[in-house]
């Protein structure tokens, strides 16, 4: 049975930094052809879930959308089964619930990655409040 258990939010003031952590259970992390893709999400009250970034366990890739782009540095430790999400030089407008989330759904096209629709699995959510 896949379970994603996330962690790490919180209050930060702006220009502050925070790692989410997302814990997996049911599958691996390490390296294998038939392995997830683990996606970072957030969303706000009244707008749609918003994709972050994600990580392949395939082959190690990794993809950045939006505002994720410069700042959030994703990664995994397979030992651990673990993801994490690295936010650094955060914004008042990162405030949000964040999400991690599983797929086992290959695609040619990996902004395909970015849509919620697209993954099977999600983990509780991890609140983050970034305000002074």
């Known amino acids: 049975q896949v379970q994603l258990v996330s962690s790490g939010g919180g209050l930060v003031q702006p220009g502050g930094s925070l790692r989410l952590s997302c814990v997996a259970s049911?599958?691996?992390?390490?390296?294998?052809?038939?392995?997830?893709?683990i996606g970072w999400f957030r969303q706000v009250p009244g707008k749609e879930r918003e994709g972050i970034s994600a990580i392949s366990s395939r082959d190690g890739s990794s993809w950045y959308w939006n505002s994720a782009k410069g700042r959030f540095t994703i990664s995994r430790d397979s030992a651990k089964n673990t993801v994490y999400l690295e936010m650094n030089s955060l914004k008042p407008e990162d405030t949000a619930d964040y999400y991690c989330?599983?797929?086992?759904?290959?695609?040619?096209?990996?902004?395909?990655?970015?849509?919620?629709?697209?993954?099977?699995?999600w983990g509780q959510g991890t609140q983050v409040t970034v305000s002074s």
């Open positions: 049911g599958f691996t992390l390490e390296a294998n052809e038939l392995g997830y893709v």
């Open positions: 989330a599983a797929t086992h759904k290959l695609f040619l096209d990996d902004d395909n990655y970015a849509y919620a629709r697209e993954y099977e699995y």
